[in-house]
């Protein structure tokens, strides 16, 4: 297949956050498969295009003033401009595959423009990065709705828990048959270090023989560091030696601070701030005991590093991918229950032992790359094999290795031109020109050129009108409730509403949330 990957972020353009490894480690994996992959995503300090690991990476420049809905904005226009340009070069696209709410209008522009179907992978929710609150405020509102959009428009959309799958689902009423589970994944080897555990912990004041508890990650509210926190003193009255080194910056790091020296264990918190990599993977290797106090985990990367450096983890039940007292433990959402698990770990070096090898020997098992991008590849030959105008899924793939460096050399010459240069030269190719390049793509690929668009594909203008007159319903409702009162719950119930076509109410009932896990 061909397939274009579409993201804000990657390993080898500008990277933000957990979803860069997801995009170009996926993207490889799917390569070494025989797959054509192009990464769609922002430019940063890379060139327009490079080959990578046999990905193909078409980057385009973006606008960074303004918001992140502005910014987004920029950066579709910019990727839809490039893919009409790339396909050119190329050839059709078989399916597209977008990550989280950022590219979610470009995919909808490339669906309506050249009729290729997308899957969207949601690795976090608004509702989520918000704490498991719902915000009324004029950002998080339009990132949500562009959430809503993306599962609206897609053909599948993929979460990588039942967890996660659940609250899709809670939120945005996307149908069951809908959604697939694809778990994210780790190279295998990739945080193990053969490091002195002595030594790293001397450079920071730490005795070579005094147990850590390593956190890891951003310093927000959704990641829970003030839980841990709090916990530290009902751990120090069991073990007075116990430290606490917290790697990650945010906007709950002062309060952290601030919560520890009026708690008085601040003597035994480290506090590192943002860390290279190399220093976190030190840390990992390092530390006694992994903790992830979360109180909405999508996934959970650090539990496969932690695994993956033979660690035993303990996180709350928002971490839905560890089976408890089998590879980890799990704790409620709350300091008592936190505590309670870091001290069973404390006193049971033989249990910690037990549950580091059950954790690597499953991270070598469910999570490598490959498995999952097995798991990714028969989601889209679903998607195809429901289109009866669709291409060949493995037209792209059996080009001989010498026919694709061949190809990707040409476009690159093209593809790395002055965006001004490259839009000139294609415009002014002859007509015999461009029919001589599709006639030689067309031979290569084996494959004869789509007559139709596929009725899958392409929404009729009479859906078209209906998802936009949905949209601005939803608008509407998210502006008249802008005092910010109406709880998630209720915000349920008027989705629900929105996507029937009913008449929304100012009101609606109110429910609490409970999660329901097996933990200690």
């Excluded at 008449?503 to 200690?520: F, L, P, T, V, Y």
């Amino acid at each position: 297949m061909r397939i274009g990957m579409v993201s804000w972020e990657s390993l080898y353009s500008v990277k933000v956050g957990g979803v860069a490894p997801h995009v170009s480690e996926l993207s490889e994996a799917l390569a070494r498969r025989g797959h054509e992959v192009h990464v769609f995503t922002r430019r940063g300090d890379f060139g327009p295009y490079d080959e990578i690991n046999g990905v193909h990476y078409q980057r385009v420049d973006s606008n960074i003033s303004g918001d992140i809905v502005y910014q987004m904005d920029r950066m579709c226009d910019a990727i839809h401009d490039r893919f009409g340009y790339v396909q050119k070069l190329f050839g059709k696209f078989d399916i597209m595959h977008g990550h989280d709410w950022h590219p979610v209008t470009a995919l909808d522009k490339i669906k309506a423009s050249y009729g290729i179907p997308y899957v969207i992978t949601l690795h976090s929710t608004e509702w989520g990065r918000c704490g498991n609150n719902f915000s009324y405020d004029g950002i998080p509102r339009e990132v949500a709705h562009r959430e809503w959009l993306g599962g609206y428009g897609s053909a599948r959309v993929i979460t990588t828990t039942q967890r996660m799958k659940d609250e899709l689902m809670w939120l945005y009423q996307i149908p069951n048959e809908k959604m697939e589970i694809i778990p994210n994944g780790i190279v295998i080897g990739s945080v193990r270090r053969n490091v002195d555990p002595g030594q790293v912990k001397e450079k920071y004041g730490i005795h070579p023989l005094t147990p850590v508890v390593l956190f890891c990650g951003r310093m927000g509210y959704q990641k829970g560091p003030d839980i841990l926190v709090e916990a530290i003193p009902q751990i120090l009255d069991k073990r007075w030696d116990v430290e606490f080194v917290f790697i990650g910056d945010g906007s709950m790091k002062q309060y952290c601070e601030d919560k520890a020296r009026e708690l008085g264990v601040d003597e035994s918190c480290h506090f590192l701030g943002y860390c290279p990599s190399t220093l976190k993977e030190e840390w990992m290797n390092a530390c006694d005991i992994i903790c992830i106090p979360s109180r909405n985990e999508p996934f959970g990367i650090v539990v496969l590093e932690g695994w993956d450096a033979a660690k035993p983890v303990i996180a709350t039940g928002a971490v839905s991918i560890i089976k408890n007292f089998e590879d980890g433990l799990l704790a409620y959402i709350e300091p008592q229950s936190i505590a309670w698990c870091l001290n069973r770990m404390l006193e049971n070096p033989e249990e910690r032992e037990r549950l580091s090898l059950a954790g690597r020997e499953r991270v070598e098992c469910d999570f490598t790359w490959d498995r999952i991008a097995r798991m990714t590849e028969e989601v889209y030959s679903s998607v195809l094999g429901r289109s009866p105008t669709s291409r060949s899924v493995s037209s792209a793939s059996v080009r001989s290795k010498s026919q694709r460096s061949k190809s990707s050399s040409s476009a690159a010459k093209q593809l790395n031109t002055p965006p001004s240069e490259s839009v000139s030269s294609a415009s002014v190719r002859s007509k015999s020109q461009r029919s001589k390049s599709s006639s030689s793509a067309a031979k290569r690929l084996n494959t004869p050129p789509s007559e139709s668009v596929s009725s899958a594909s392409v929404r009729s203008k009479s859906q078209r009108s209906k998802s936009s007159s949905s949209a601005a319903n939803w608008s509407r409702v998210l502006h008249s409730k802008s005092n910010g009162q109406v709880t998630w719950r209720n915000s349920q119930a008027m989705w629900r509403k929105v996507l029937s076509g009913s008449k929304i109410s100012a009101d609606s009932g109110q429910e609490s949330i409970n999660s329901s896990s097996r933990m200690c």
